[in-house]
């Protein structure tokens, strides 16, 4: 194996710079981390040695309007996606691994409907998964998102107010349209709940893995931030998960 490099950088795409930490054997199979709202790339610091043990190379982006890279106009939901697409073409992330945390899920789902070809396999935690309709039975619980809000709010993270909003108000929309897609997801999909201390409900989760075809559940009942709460637990799923044959994932 390739001796082992860890740098920071930052890489030009759809006219902003994103701030990017790369680590591993650079000839290993990519794996790009996705962060939620109000965090960045560094939230994954103590994940990332275990895919490099394992051989990975790891791609931690700081989403447009957090830490270090820039801000912008434009926080639409396309956007993330457009800008994960990007970092594909500009870094050759050939069948590449996409890790989302929240909003971060959101994206790497939406890029793998977008270019499917482009991407291996998926792992979704607690995924800013729209409510299906109005009146929705699975509702955020309002207690829950203000905390984890108010844990945004308090953190001191390097971020703009103004993309957190945006993104939070995009989730809040009910989007039947979105649902209607995940049938078409056709990559092996590991799905991680924080369970019911997540301010995402693990039912719609759970509905959620029912309508990708070759996607299952974990729950951890940490929380929303999962990767963080129960390092460990996390750790051990998605491991387990890439280390699985693509046929045995895919016969799920």
């Not at 051989?55 to 926080?75: C, E, F, I, M, P």
């Not at 809000?149 to 390097?158: F, H, P």
Request: net charge neutral; with cysteine.
């Amino acid at each position: 194996m390739a001796s082992e490099r860890s740098t920071a950088g930052a890489v030009e795409v759809n006219g902003v710079r994103l701030g990017c930490r790369l680590s591993g054997d650079p000839a290993g199979v990519p794996v790009l981390l996705l962060h939620g709202s109000g965090s960045s790339a560094t939230t994954w610091d103590r994940f990332t040695p275990r895919l490099t043990a394992a051989g990975y190379r790891t791609v931690a982006v700081d989403l447009r309007g957090h830490a270090t890279s820039s801000r912008s106009r434009d926080y639409s939901l396309t956007s993330l996606r457009d800008d994960v697409l990007a970092l594909h073409d500009t870094l050759e992330l050939r069948d590449a691994v996409l890790i989302g945390h929240s909003v971060g899920g959101y994206a790497a789902l939406a890029a793998a409907l977008h270019s499917p070809g482009r991407i291996a396999r998926l792992v979704l935690e607690d995924l800013a998964a729209p409510p299906r309709r109005p009146g929705s039975t699975t509702r955020i619980n309002p207690f829950q998102a203000l905390a984890a809000v108010a844990g945004i709010l308090t953190s001191g993270r390097d971020y703009e107010l103004r993309a957190v909003v945006a993104l939070l108000r995009q989730l809040a929309r009910p989007d039947e349209a979105w649902w209607a897609r995940l049938g078409e997801v056709s990559h092996p999909t590991l799905i991680v709940s924080g369970g019911p201390a997540s301010c995402i409900p693990p039912d719609r989760l759970a509905d959620a893995t029912a309508a990708i075809p070759h996607a299952r559940l974990a729950t951890i009942p940490v929380g929303h931030r999962v990767h963080s709460l129960a390092p460990d637990e996390f750790a051990t799923e998605v491991m387990t998960f890439l280390a699985e044959p693509m046929a045995a994932t895919q016969s799920r």
